[in-house]
């Protein structure tokens, strides 16, 4: 939530508002409410802000035009203090002279002890935002050193909670300073010019030479150089690296919504995922874990926790994880692990799952594992985020940057990934399924074709979904790993289509959720292949017949050469044959592109779904 971009070109430049612009439009999938920019000019620090999408920004700049700068900041607003209004929008000026402004992202957490402080001495606001109060006392800070630096390591020190925080000041023209704590923040290294931002997608059309910021850290950064100390003052360094993506991977490509385009790379995503993760003799190599080979012998329980699509991919994950490892598994929703008291130790590995390594709710569990003694490791597809530099070891999926909120292809690397985690441990095991790795790493080299297969034949599903554009609710079904698909599927069309959407257990059907079906009600349901070894096959072809008796439209997703379904299906969405384990690899896909093509057809914006933020960075 929140994009914050901040830049310093040549004192020659004045193109600093454009890379400060180029970079919020860059930042839109992270979700808004209100957009703003500050540049320091000769005159001083100017700057506009609207609410609303960043097109009322631009308005409202075409109209009054910033003078020519060489520095900037800017930001896109998700309203947590204080209404989506234009006064609480961001920058935020502090001090008489407003020579000083801020932008912030997160949740400054005893804003009202330091604001009623503020107050009593006079000092008078201009929003209902918690961030105003750090510009305030940035400003304060700032009179009394006369260096932005000091000035900020003298104010986080006494705020509380996750912030981003970047400033500038009239009278330190060629400087913008930056500070994290529990929320993202990334230096962009260029050529007499450098940049901030809250992922890389915000200079990556300038740059591809990243920094990572550590916790609790201030970076200053000028023309010519990028310093970084820790909020104690201490000299530090970050970690550099260089973004194997460029600007071109977060455009559109040619599709008119990101969702579709990022559908449609899938079949790379899983591929990227895989490569480089085997030796010449085909054995499993985990370069990024860094918990060694006997810790994880030693390992006796598994913990998952996640949020959303990236809970459900831990839910297929456990199915995989205990069948191959024979380690019992658990999936937590991340927001309610540390408050049930979990009983974990030194002897349980807690895997987190998140796309943008950012989200608040995982980096709190995680942060509490670690604190009961348990090894940490972080599934995750955003270099230089924070939740692998607080775990004790790395996983990173190779999606490439995912722009639109709904998740789609980061779920099925995030799938993968947990995949190849499972069949690292047999193989450090040893034991019964220790010989499969081989076997199923082959199969999944095959998976990324076959979903390529799927997307190639999705044009009856998308005719489906537009004649169901007035339909107001949706049930699906699925058993084994099917479950946690039909659940996916559910959410991905309460999230883009805003109908009511419900994923169940087939096997839940006649305890309960039977009783929503009425003649025109439509259903999916994922089929297990026939030659499943559970043999759950039989049971939910007469789930189908069950509720197909009481009127339901059945739309059944079934693996090709599977008649059995044929007499109880209304549509038959056809999926290749995939060992039971991978198969959500290839039946999420059509529940995918359902979703996104029937929101299309009610006019719904695809890309950025109401109320939503790609990254949710405060609890």
Request: with cysteine; aromatic share 6%.
């Amino acid at each position: 939530m929140c994009g914050i971009v901040g830049y310093v070109g040549p004192s020659a430049d004045s193109r600093a508002l454009d890379v400060v612009m180029e970079g919020l439009a860059r930042l839109e999938y992270r979700g808004y409410d209100s957009a703003g920019v500050a540049l320091v000019t000769e005159d001083g620090v100017s700057s506009e802000k609207r609410a609303g999408k960043l097109g009322n920004l631009r308005a409202a700049l075409e109209e009054q035009p910033l003078p020519d700068a060489s520095t900037a900041i800017g930001h896109t607003r998700w309203a947590t203090h204080g209404a989506p209004t234009d006064e609480n929008a961001h920058p935020h000026h502090g001090g008489e002279d407003g020579k000083l402004a801020l932008i912030h992202n997160g949740i400054i957490e005893n804003f009202h002890a330091l604001k009623n402080e503020l107050l009593a001495d006079g000092v008078v606001f201009r929003s209902e935002t918690d961030t105003e109060v750090a510009a305030q006392l940035l400003a304060r800070a700032y009179d009394d050193t006369a260096d932005l630096t000091l000035a900020m390591l003298q104010v986080v020190a006494r705020l509380e909670g996750a912030f981003t925080l970047l400033a500038v000041h009239a009278d330190a023209p060629g400087v913008v300073v930056g500070a994290r704590r529990n929320s993202p923040l990334v230096v962009g290294i260029g050529e007499g010019e450098n940049f901030l931002g809250s992922d890389v997608a915000a200079f990556i059309g300038h740059t591809r030479e990243a920094v990572e910021l550590g916790q609790d850290e201030v970076v200053t950064i000028t023309p010519d150089s990028a310093t970084i100390v820790r909020f104690d003052g201490t000299p530090t360094e970050g970690k550099a690296y260089h973004v194997d993506w460029d600007a071109a991977a977060a455009e559109k490509g040619g599709y008119p919504t990101f969702m579709q385009k990022e559908i449609h790379e899938q079949p790379h995503a899983v591929q990227d995922t895989l490569l480089g993760r085997t030796d010449d003799e085909g054995r499993l190599v985990l370069d990024e874990l860094r918990i060694s080979e006997d810790d994880l012998r030693q390992v006796t329980k598994i913990v998952i926790v996640a949020c959303g699509t990236a809970a459900y991919a831990g839910m297929v994950a456990k199915y995989a994880l205990e069948h191959w490892t024979r380690i019992p598994c658990e999936v937590e929703l991340a927001h309610e692990f540390r408050y049930r008291d979990p009983v974990i130790d030194g002897h349980t590995l807690v895997v987190s799952i998140s796309q943008s390594g950012e989200t608040m709710d995982t980096l709190m569990a995680v942060k509490h594992a670690g604190d009961l003694g348990a090894h940490t490791l972080s599934i995750c597809n955003t270099h230089g985020s924070t939740i692998p530099r607080e775990s004790d070891a790395v996983l990173y999926t190779h999606a490439g940057p995912e722009i639109a909120v709904a998740s789609t292809k980061a779920f099925l690397a995030q799938i993968t990934a947990c995949y190849l985690l499972g069949l690292y441990l047999a193989q450090l095991r040893g034991g019964t399924y220790a010989d499969e790795a081989q076997s199923v790493m082959k199969e999944l080299a095959e998976v990324p074709e076959k979903i390529q297969r799927v997307i190639d034949s999705m044009g009856r599903v998308r005719e489906i979904a537009r004649f169901m554009a007035d339909t107001r609710s949706v049930l699906f079904l699925g058993r084994h790993v099917g479950y946690p698909v039909a659940l996916e599927g559910a959410l991905k069309l309460k999230e883009l289509a805003y109908i009511h959407a419900e994923g169940f257990a087939a096997g839940e059907l006649k305890h309960g959720p039977i009783a929503l079906i009425e003649p025109g009600q439509p259903v999916f349901i994922v089929v297990p292949s026939p030659s499943s070894e559970h043999g759950l096959h039989g049971k939910v072809v007469s789930n189908i017949q069950e509720i197909r008796a009481r009127g339901a439209r059945t739309l059944v997703i079934a693996e090709e050469g599977d008649e059995a379904v044929v007499p109880f299906a209304d549509e038959i969405i056809r999926v290749p044959a995939t060992s039971a384990l991978l198969a959500p690899l290839v039946t999420t896909v059509p529940l995918q592109v359902f979703a996104a093509e029937l929101a299309t057809a009610k006019g719904l914006d695809v890309d950025q779904p109401r109320n939503l933020a790609k990254s949710v960075t405060v609890e």
